[in-house]
């Protein structure tokens, strides 16, 4: 059955052509979440829709059909967002590229279309990175059913305690660390900090900054991040 959808707020995650004329438009919605969408003669010079599907910039979108793809009907620019440059270019793809591997097409997500539109405008903004990707990537977690729990600690349920040193179990939470083993260490005060959204220490940027890697990594299963790889070689050089 075709449906059709107007007034959609929207982002471009990823572009890809589609025979000589047109593109397959991967947007990431607020009431629809991630849906893919064909954009018939967008490859045209003249097309009026090439100059409008930019990434990190709002849409408001319609489309139609009742198939996996859609067709893209609409395509209008709201402005008011600077372009991305730089080290926050290459952090919005991060951003972009966690969404394509982690969220299911049409699972609508509010909080987190919120969270990337914030992280988005921060980024565009020149802030700081590390809370707002602290804060989306938190929020991704949360709202695929990964939750974290920060505060306390999983074996006794004693509040978690800034001076303590605890080690972080995947898909259950914090534990008091008693030894090295494998696992990073990672301490109290960060733990409660991320509850708190406060990245001001260094520490608790550096420490919070592993331990995301090590959670997104594993739901990731195994799927590289380009965008990762490539924000290292360029420090490398």
Not at 16 to 33: A, C, I, K, M, N
Not at 40 to 67: H, I, K, N, T
Not at 73 to 87: H, K, V
Request: proline share 5%.
């Amino acid at each position: 059955m075709s449906k059709r959808v107007d007034g959609q707020a929207a982002y471009v995650l990823h572009l890809h052509p589609y025979s000589e004329t047109s593109l397959v438009v991967d947007v990431f919605t607020r009431d629809h979440g991630r849906v893919p969408l064909l954009a018939r003669g967008a490859r045209r010079p003249r097309s009026a829709m090439r100059g409008m599907l930019m990434s990190f910039q709002p849409l408001e979108l319609g489309w139609f059909g009742g198939g996996e793809v859609k067709t893209l009907a609409r395509a209008e620019w709201l402005g008011g967002m600077p372009l991305l440059g730089g080290r926050c270019l290459l952090l919005g793809y991060y951003l972009n590229e966690l969404l394509l591997k982690m969220l299911p097409r049409e699972d609508a997500h509010g909080a987190l279309f919120d969270a990337y539109a914030s992280a988005l405008r921060a980024l565009a903004a020149g802030g700081a990175d590390a809370p707002e990707l602290r804060r989306f990537e938190k929020t991704l977690l949360k709202e695929l059913g990964y939750g974290l729990t920060l505060d306390v600690e999983m074996e006794t349920g004693r509040p978690v305690v800034p001076e303590g040193e605890y080690t972080y179990l995947i898909e259950r939470g914090p534990v008091r660390r008693v030894d090295a083993g494998e696992t990073a260490a990672v301490s109290g005060k960060t733990l409660l900090d991320m509850a708190a959204d406060d990245y001001a220490d260094p520490r608790t940027r550096l420490e919070s900054r592993q331990l995301m890697r090590q959670l997104i990594a594993h739901h990731l299963g195994g799927k590289p991040l380009q965008s990762r790889r490539v924000f290292m070689e360029l420090q490398e050089l």
